[in-house]
């Protein structure tokens, strides 16, 4: 069993709940737009993480992540980056990624919109967690949590704060 904790567009920024809301996992996965290297590393210290960067990350933090990560965790294939639409209007190079790869787990940012839906036609669950940071037109500080067990998703929780607070 894994217990993951899903953010994106923290914008050099993570909230403090957001800190808090993810203690009990047990990794990290960014879905980039971090916005600094420092962000990525404040995560590292917390836990484990993996990240993609996004399309407002300079080199400090291309250099230390990919644009897209595979990888299969508790018999989970999971595609993991920034750019990636939802079901029905995903980016070009996303729809073609998630074709050949079938992950059942495919884990986006870019938008704001905290979005989880399952697409039939690929058989896999879209999470976007939203924005984790404090800058851009959200009005809600978002994150997920959720938990793989053994091909199963599950006990997925959803922290939803007031931009402000």
């Not at 990240?51 to 407002?56: E, H, L, M, Q, S």
């Not at 750019?83 to 787990?105: F, N, S, T, W």
Request: net charge positive; aromatic share 8%; proline share 4%.
């Amino acid at each position: 069993m894994l217990k993951v904790g899903i953010l994106s567009d923290t914008h050099g920024y993570v909230h403090p709940r957001v800190i808090d809301f993810f203690t009990s996992v047990d990794e990290i996965w960014h879905a980039g737009d971090m916005g600094t290297i420092s962000v990525g590393n404040q995560l590292r210290g917390l836990k484990p993480l993996r990240a993609v960067y996004g399309n407002i990350d300079g080199q400090d933090v291309r250099i230390e992540f990919q644009e897209v990560q595979i990888f299969q965790v508790e018999q989970v294939k999971v595609m993991l980056t920034h750019i990636g639409g939802y079901p029905g209007r995903y980016d070009p190079r996303a729809r073609l990624v998630i074709g050949l790869e079938r992950p059942k787990l495919f884990v986006c940012g870019h938008s704001h919109i905290l979005k989880v839906i399952y697409d039939k036609k690929y058989d896999l669950l879209h999470i976007n967690p939203g924005a984790a940071g404090k800058y851009g037109i959200h009005k809600s500080i978002t994150a997920v949590r959720l938990v793989l067990d053994q091909g199963i998703m599950r006990d997925l929780e959803v922290l939803d704060i007031l931009k402000y607070q």
